[in-house]
């Protein structure tokens, strides 16, 4: 079981080293912007390493609205960064699930997300993850994940395009148990290929999406374990910075 941290964009491969992550996900340029992904320079130090590299997509991201004015421009923009992480070697792309407005019918964003895999071409995987807030979430409720799978069913390639990313912090805060989260998911998706193993500042169902670092939040650190051994896929923290390193060298010492 390969783990690592979300890092810092501008020098991945020595935050890697300093944290002693063999997996390292970060953005391509601003979370919080439409711009365009930005190559880091010095990136062919981390290509030609020995750490896994993971992106993690813009989280103005948002493919499932039916806004015209975000949905469009959120498509193009998950298409510059796939093209992007594939040009890096990047393993995988991860973007969150999206939301559509309180008063629409939730089908509208399952077959938004059918149109990106129909349209949209995939050099490399894309990881919807599950997210902690929103109440017309796709990717909160698991129950949302399986309407959104089996909307998907039966589009071209998706066994290669399409992977599942879980996130325990958003799990917690999104009114999921963990104990049986893994299995859960897996009968809906039949994969998780990546966790983002991340503690919670606030209680389950909070719907809050605030990262702590592992033992210093609400989520118990055995189950934390307890998901983190049953999925079996490569571990991201992406807590608090300071206490990265501590995170991922408790994780090998209690796995």
């Avoid at 990106?116 to 949302?144: H, K, Q, S, W």
């Amino acid at each position: 079981m390969r783990i690592g941290a979300h890092v810092d964009q501008n020098n991945p491969l020595g935050a890697a080293t300093a944290r002693k992550a063999e997996v390292a996900q970060f953005f391509l340029g601003d979370p919080q912007s439409y711009a365009k992904p930005v190559i880091p320079e010095g990136i062919e130090a981390i290509r030609d390493s020995d750490v896994d590299v993971y992106i993690h997509a813009p989280y103005r991201i948002n493919v499932a609205t039916r806004n015209n004015k975000i949905r469009i421009p959120s498509r193009k923009l998950l298409g510059q960064h796939l093209e992007a992480a594939a040009s890096i070697g990047a393993k995988a792309l991860i973007v969150h699930g999206g939301h559509l407005a309180k008063e629409d019918d939730p089908e509208i964003g399952f077959e938004n997300w059918r149109k990106v895999f129909e349209r949209l071409e995939c050099p490399i995987p894309i990881y919807i993850e599950n997210t902690a807030g929103g109440d017309n979430a796709m990717a909160r409720r698991f129950d949302r994940i399986a309407r959104l799978w089996e909307v998907l069913d039966g589009v071209t390639d998706l066994d290669k395009n399409l992977g599942f990313c879980l996130d325990t912090c958003h799990a917690h805060a999104g009114g999921e148990t963990l104990i049986d989260a893994v299995e859960r998911i897996r009968a809906i998706t039949g994969r998780i290929d990546l966790v983002h193993c991340n503690d919670s500042r606030d209680a389950f169902d909070s719907g809050a999406d605030r990262h702590a670092n592992l033992g210093a939040g609400e989520i118990d650190p055995e189950l934390i374990l307890t998901v983190v051994r049953a999925a079996g896929a490569p571990v991201l923290v992406e807590t608090p910075a300071d206490g990265q390193a501590d995170d991922i060298a408790w994780l090998r010492d209690n796995l």
